[in-house]
Nanobody
Framework: QVRPVESGGGLVQPGGSLRLSCDDPGSRFNDYLVGWYRQAPGKEREFVAVITTYGSVNYGESAKGRFTISRDKAKNTVYLQMNSLKPEDTSVYYC?????????????WGQGTQVTVSS
């Protein structure tokens, strides 16, 4: 079973950038649909981005134009590059991996990584 692990969160100033990573060295991670969600305290979980095994991508409204999801198949890793960060991007970011044909949210979730955007 795939077990995604996120990394790369931290504290960044408004306007700054962060790159989150998600991988599972013990699985054929390249064979999974992989997405990012985020959840801030007191708010509902929000879809951020998804990438298919073929590299097709889709973004949530808050991510369009600022975030880029990509996958490095040689490293078996999916990245979320976040630019022009705003305080409202502060959340725990979760990676989720699903088998092809499986609904993304029913896949395997990571533990999350905290992103804080603050001056």
């Amino acid at each position: 079973q795939v077990r995604p692990v996120e990394s790369g969160g931290g504290l960044v100033q408004p306007g700054g950038s962060l790159r989150l990573s998600c991988d599972d060295p013990g699985s054929r991670f390249n064979d999974y649909l992989v997405g990012w969600y985020r959840q801030a305290p007191g708010k509902e979980r929000e879809f951020v981005a998804v990438i298919t095994t073929y590299g097709s991508v889709n973004y949530g409204e808050s991510a369009k134009g600022r975030f880029t999801i990509s996958r490095d198949k040689a490293k078996n890793t999916v990245y979320l590059q976040m630019n022009s960060l705003k305080p409202e991007d502060t959340s725990v970011y979760y990676c989720v991996a699903a088998e092809v044909g499986q609904q993304l949210t029913r896949g395997s979730w990571g533990q999350g990584t905290q992103v804080t955007v603050s001056s």
